[in-house]
């Protein structure tokens, strides 16, 4: 943004409201660092969320499973300073909101606190409709999940599709009706067939933000690595690649690292020069010493 640009008007819950209202399809991008931050808002998406994937994707970990509070703090703090327009959400990591309502609405505030975010999101139905409940009750907005949870992808039987029979697809749906009548302000669902999303929308009357939910929900979220083809993990089925930038990348530093053993680089242009004078008086200052 240029120094006379004025600021962008900020999204709020009831501009993702008005979308839902209208029709009009909410654009959601899961992002880590302030880089990717100016990126998206740069783009024009609608809601930021920094997702416990990072731990994955940008962190290096096996699964979501190890990451921190202190570090999911740390990369929502970075987001948030590098967006103006967007709604920030933050997802709270496993272990830090499960155990009582005490604990989940102590995370929770300190989200808000240290890192600016607008809602954090949990995880599932079950107990964690408890916890939204109480994060709402103490002020904060809730972002609910239902689906493929990758906290608990183990007990779901790995990272695979949710609710494809008609026993899983109601619990999903009655996770999803207690989410929203605990008070959560909008839900993601997840890697779910598109029948159920189908089944799961007349009922909503949140905003609903698919990832391999199909197209009835009010709008989608992908990774930023994801759709940009920069993280080297495998890709979901949900997934699609807009870019293919870890290969632009490589072959740029293949570039530099085979100009800087050519000597090719630094060529003079990228170098700094002093006056001649000053050069020259240098040199006798050296050879007087």
Known sequence: MSAHAAPKKR????DLAAKKAAGEPIV????YDYPGAQIVDAAGVDVVLVGDSAAMTVLGYDSTVPVTVDEMIMLTA???????A??????????SYEASDAIAVATAQRFVK???CDLVKIERGGTSVDRARAIVAA??????HVGLTPQTATSLGGYRAQGRTAEEALRLRDSAVALQEAGCSAIVLEAIPSDVTAAIMPLMEIPVIGIGAGTATDGQVLVFHDLLGIYDGGAARFVKRYADLRTAAIA?????TAEVRERVYPAPEHGYGMPAAEAERMQELLAGR
């Open 139 to 144: 002020g904060i907005p809730v972002v609910g």
């Open 252 to 256: 740029g530093v293949e570039q530099y």
């Open 11 to 14: 999204i709020t819950l009831g």
């Open 28 to 31: 959601m991008v899961t992002a």
């Open 78 to 84: 970075a987001v948030r300073r590098g967006l103006q």
């Open 114 to 116: 240290e890192t600016g």
């Open 86 to 95: 967007p709604l920030l959400i933050a997802d709270l990591p496993f272990g």
